[in-house]
């Protein structure tokens, strides 16, 4: 990925002389002034630095810099001024999270060596970001895959939930929907602590006996309990935890996206379950929108909208050792004895191909499942040699 730096000032001599200099060791755009450089972030950002004058007519440094923040918080930010007061320093850095703070006039040495430093810092976060997003999300999947071997009724449910979440986060654009996404692959991992018959019964739409009862609405505090202790997923362990519940406004704006994931995991959840019993996709979308009336009707369009079937293909008969990767099961897969093995809407894994083929070794079950599967993987497959 191109790391871009933009260089912004009110003067034009200035923008030209650091171009001059540094175009050679950097890839420089330079912006005349505020408005024209958050049309460019907007354009052709995110940068990777962004270097700007305080001093500037209509929207100072400091202002530009917070609104850049804004757009892209990875953005390493650095001030550049003739006015070295302590007072602007204190306010550029606070209110614009300043990497650097620069005096005019910035010999050429000194600037390639501070953007130097910003690029560094810049691969040190977009790192961290990808050992979060990436490594984390990926680890966390394989975690799922494994304890929907032992629970597949719970598991299937979390995963319809993850491609519900999936359609609904890029529909709205919203911002790091891979939180969203983790939060819904882990919204049943509570539920490992519950007989497979109770979850069973749950899904059945069947009463539970009082005990019963309370032991699985207790599903989402054990998984906070087990989620909060590792680093970084305290704020998903959070939007588990009230996933059955409204999230109470808190006025904390750093709880802002954590409370929409908890709505957003609370709402789909109930949507899934719905949809599980045999409510249409429309009837579903518009009674949770009739109760829940503060909520985005954003999401509640996107909802609608959605068709989860849209991208399978055909649903057909599909022998066990014939199965691949990406295949969608379209029929619970169950033992002789009617123990569940696989849910229906559960992704066809090397996991779950390993466990069907170990079981139809034993006999214990029948040679072919029904699946669907995706069109991109169809048109793959039938333009493969």
């Given at each position: 990925m191109a790391e871009n730096i933009l260089l912004v000032d009110d003067d034009a001599n200035i923008l030209d002389g650091y171009r001059r200099s540094l175009?050679?060791?950097?890839?420089?755009?330079?912006?005349?002034?505020?408005?024209?450089?958050?049309?460019?972030?907007?354009e052709k950002g995110p940068y990777a630095v962004v270097i700007s004058d305080m001093r500037m007519p209509g929207m100072d440094g400091v202002q530009l810099l917070s609104r850049i923040k804004a757009l892209s918080p990875d953005t390493i930010r650095v001030m550049l001024t003739g006015n070295a007061d302590t007072e602007t320093a204190i306010s550029a850095i606070n209110e614009g999270s300043i990497f650097r703070f620069l005096n005019k006039p910035c010999s050429k040495e000194v600037m390639a060596k501070t953007i130097t430093a910003a690029l560094v810092q810049y691969?040190?976060?977009?790192?961290?970001?990808?050992?979060?997003?990436?490594?984390l999300s990926g680890s966390l999947q394989v975690l799922t895959q494994v304890l929907s071997l032992v629970n597949p009724a719970a598991f299937g449910r979390a995963e319809r939930a993850r491609r519900y979440i999936h359609h609904?986060?890029?529909?709205m654009?919203?911002?790091?929907?891979?939180?969203?996404e983790v939060a819904a692959m882990l919204s049943q991992l509570g539920c490992v602590t519950l007989a497979p018959e109770t979850i069973d019964a749950v899904y059945r739409g069947e009463t539970l006996c009082p005990n019963e009862q309370a032991q699985y609405d207790a599903h989402p505090s054990v998984a906070y309990t087990l989620l909060s202790k590792i680093p970084r997923l305290e704020p998903i362990a959070?939007?588990?935890?009230?996933?059955?519940?409204?999230?109470?406004?808190?006025?904390?704006?750093?709880?802002?996206?954590?409370?929409?994931g908890a709505e957003?995991?609370?709402?789909?959840?109930?949507?899934?379950?719905?949809?599980?019993?045999?409510?249409?996709?429309?009837?579903?979308?518009?009674?949770?929108?009739?109760?829940?009336?503060?909520?985005?009707?954003?999401?509640?369009?996107a909802l609608v909208a959605l068709d989860p079937n849209a991208d399978e293909g055909e649903i057909r008969k599909c022998r066990i050792d014939d199965l691949s990767a990406g295949m969608i099961i379209q029929q619970e897969v169950q033992s002789h004895d009617g123990t569940l093995?696989?849910?229906?809407?559960?992704?066809?894994?090397?996991?779950?191909?390993?466990?069907?083929?170990?079981?139809?070794?034993?006999?214990?079950?029948?040679?072919?499942?029904?699946?669907s599967m995706p069109t991109t993987t169809l048109a793959f497959v039938k333009s493969a040699p």
């Open positions: 175009s050679r060791e950097f890839q420089m755009e330079t912006a005349l002034g505020g408005p024209q450089a958050l049309a460019l972030a907007a691969r040190l976060v977009i790192a961290e970001k990808q050992l979060l997003e990436q490594t609904v986060v890029t529909a654009k919203l911002k790091n929907p891979w939180q969203y959070w939007m588990i935890e009230h996933q059955n519940q409204p999230a109470a406004e808190t006025g904390d704006a750093e709880m802002t996206d954590i409370r929409l957003i995991l609370r709402l789909i959840l109930a949507y899934e379950q719905a949809i599980h019993k045999g409510t249409s996709r429309t009837e579903a979308a518009h009674l949770l929108a009739r109760q829940n009336r503060s909520f985005s009707p954003e999401f509640f369009q093995l696989v849910s229906k809407g559960q992704e066809v894994t090397p996991a779950v191909i390993f466990k069907l083929k170990n079981f139809q070794a034993r006999r214990v079950i029948g040679g072919e499942v029904t699946v």
